[in-house]
Structure formats: C-alpha cells, structure tokens
Nanobody, 121 residues
Framework: QVQLVESGGGLVQPGGSLRLSCAAS????????MGWYRQAPGKQRELVAT???????NYADSVKGRFTISGDNAKNTVFLQMNSLKVDDTAVYYC???????????????WGQGTQVTVSS
C-alpha cells in the first residue's frame, strides 16, 4: 500500500554535489519522521540524517556540515543535499519514514528500495 521512491543518485567526483529525493505515497495520515540511511559494501547500514515532523534534524557526525536534510511534511517528501562529497560517502542510500496509515492502529517504519551514490574520480 505504501511506497517510498528515491531518486537523484548517481556518479559524482570527489568534492561534487548530489541531491537525493524521496517521496512516500499511499494512504498516509501523517509522517512522524523521514530520513536517510546508507550501506557501503562490507559495512553495516548506518544513519545519515533524519528530520521529524516538527522540523528537528539529526546528522551523523561524518556528514555534519556537508549534508543538509529537508522535508515537506504535507507532501511526505524528504530531500538530502550532499555537498563536498568524499569517496567514503559511496553507498546505497535508503529512504525511510515512520508513517501513520489510514485505518491502521499503529504507525510503522517503511523503507525505499535504495539509490546508488558513487563518489569516484
């Protein structure tokens, strides 16, 4: 019923920029938070950034000052502006959202299919 679709991934040189987008669709009543995780080859999935419905943002230490997360709660959409990209930023980036669905008693976390970000010269 719910889909989270990411876009904006691709290949970029070190020091470059990329902007990721994620839109959640379905019978969504409200979004508690939305954010981004990433998983590099051979590594565990890690949090990158999140934004709550109240506008509170959180960032991994490794991306502070370089990445900016923003969201449109009314549209259940979240963005990740990535600047000064490093090779270590290479990973599959996954969008996630904590959503209340129409007709549901509980809220649940949903995930997108992921988008590849490759930083290479």
């Amino acid at each position: 019923q719910v889909q989270l679709v990411e876009s904006g991934g691709g290949l970029v040189q070190p020091g470059g920029s990329l902007r990721l987008s994620c839109a959640a669709s379905g019978s969504i009543v409200s979004s508690r938070d939305m954010g981004w995780y990433r998983q590099a080859p051979g590594k565990q999935r890690e949090l990158v950034a999140t934004v709550t419905s109240a506008g509170t943002t959180n960032y991994a230490d490794s991306v502070k000052g370089r990445f900016t997360i923003s969201g449109d709660n009314a549209k259940n959409t979240v963005f990740l502006q990535m600047n000064s990209l490093k090779v270590d930023d290479t990973a599959v980036y996954y969008c996630t959202a904590l959503l209340d669905l129409s007709g549901s008693t509980y809220f649940s976390r949903y995930w997108g299919q992921g988008t590849q970000v490759t930083v290479s010269s």
